[in-house]
Each structure stands twice: as C-alpha cells, then as structure tokens.
C-alpha cells in the first residue's frame, strides 16, 4: 500500500490532455515537500520526469507539465502522443516515515 | 555522461544476503553532493524505495519496513556504492536499481541518473 495515492490508470485519445493526480498527506506533500515524477517506458528503468513539482530536465517535451497544491500534486500531459503510453510515478519525502515515498504509479494508455 | 551499472547475483538462495554493487562512470561522488539510492520493482509491480546514502557525509536512510536488513556503503576510492540486503525470501525477488539524486544546497533535486536495472530472483 503506497503512501502516495495515484489513479491505477488513466486513457486518452492522441491530441488529447490527461492529467495524473498524487494525493499524499501532511507528514508528506502537505509538509512542503517536493514532488518529482518519473516515466517507465516498458522494460526500461524510470526516467525523471519532472523534478521540483513543476521543472522540466533537459529533453523532456514540453507537453509535460506538473503542479503542486496543499497535499496533492498533478502531472498533466498536453497532446498525448503514442509515445507516451507508460507507467507515471510521483516521489516525495515523509517525515515520519524519513525516507523516500512512491506512488502505486498509473498506467497511461493512448486510445 | 553520467552512467550508473548495477552488478551482483542473479539468484540468491533463501536465509542468504543479496550483495549488490552500483558502479558510477563518467563522473566522481567528489564533484558535488548527491543522495544514492536503491531502489526495486516486483515483477508487474510499482517501485519500492529500500535506501539512500548522502555522498557528503555517509549518512543512510532506509524504508522502515526494509531496515532491519538492508545496509548502504559507499566506496568512494571505488566510485560505487553498495547495498546488502539479508534473510531474504522470494519476496525479495525483484529487479533491483540504483539510482542518483543531487543535492544543492540541501535541496533534492530528484533521481536524475538510474542504473539499467538488475534482476534478482530468490529462489533454492
């Protein structure tokens, strides 16, 4: 049971916008904690997405955007392309847990 | 460019101690600060953090529910670090990464460089 909560899938057709929610809590997110996101390619090791709730590392598409409010953070991708058909983690910090925090990952499937 | 390579066992008996060991190229922990973590992902599952250790200092931190039998190092001279993971059982079977995040000025700036990806399965 992840400390992170994340939606288990989520479709879109290509073109489209789809958004991926992380729901954490006050010894977490709501604490002020950073939240980064990865990208898992099928049979590939994740990539950092996202890092710092909303900053984009060098060569990710710009379609990939992220936010971050109260104890929730949301990845958002504007024009889904085939390509971005994969597995979408948020990772923080827990305080009381002291150490690193997944979410369950959601799978994002283009129609 | 920065590559981190996992090496080890790929099959571990039961009760025994997983040995892995992430390899850096292309770059020094002298460089800057940086926490080193592993990490693992089931078969069809989501990852599992297990550790990080500060590059700085050598301070570890581990998933509670792994602390018991995990310990981190780091072996500078190497430029590896290493995890051990003991009495483990079939669910310990997993693919293994290692994984590198920078630290500036105390802030973490998320796993930017990660191992390929190690497979280790437990089983007699």
């Not at chain 1, 904690?33 to 390619?41: E, G, I």
Request: aromatic share 10%; proline share 5%.
């Amino acid at each position: 049971q992840s400390v992170l909560t994340q939606p288990p899938s989520v479709s879109g057709a290509p073109g489209q916008r789809v958004t991926v929610s992380c729901t954490g809590s006050s010894s977490n997110i709501g604490a002020g904690y950073d939240v980064h996101w990865y990208q898992q390619l099928p049979r590939t090791a994740p990539k950092l997405l996202i890092y710092r709730n909303t900053n984009r590392p060098s060569g990710v598409p710009g379609r990939f955007s992220a936010s971050k409010s109260g104890t929730s953070a949301s990845l958002a991708i504007t024009g889904l392309q085939a390509e971005d058909e994969a597995d979408y983690y948020c990772q923080s910090y827990d305080s009381s847990l002291r150490g690193y925090i997944f979410g369950s990952g959601a799978k994002v499937t283009v129609l | 460019q920065v590559q981190l390579q996992e090496s080890g066992p790929g099959l571990v008996k039961p009760s025994q101690t997983l040995s892995l060991t992430c390899t850096v190229s292309g770059d020094s922990f002298s460089s800057d600060n940086y926490y080193c973590s592993w990490l693992r992902q089931p078969a069809g599952k989501g990852l599992e953090w297990i550790g990080r250790l500060y590059t700085t200092d050598g301070n570890t931190d581990y998933n509670p529910s792994l602390r018991s039998r995990a310990t981190m190092s780091l072996d500078t001279s190497k430029n590896e670090f290493s995890l051990r993971l003991s009495s483990v059982t079939a669910a310990d079977t997993a693919v293994y990464y290692c994984a590198r995040a920078r630290v500036v000025r105390g802030v973490d700036y998320g796993m930017g460089v990660w191992g390929h990806g190690t497979t280790v399965t437990v089983s007699s």
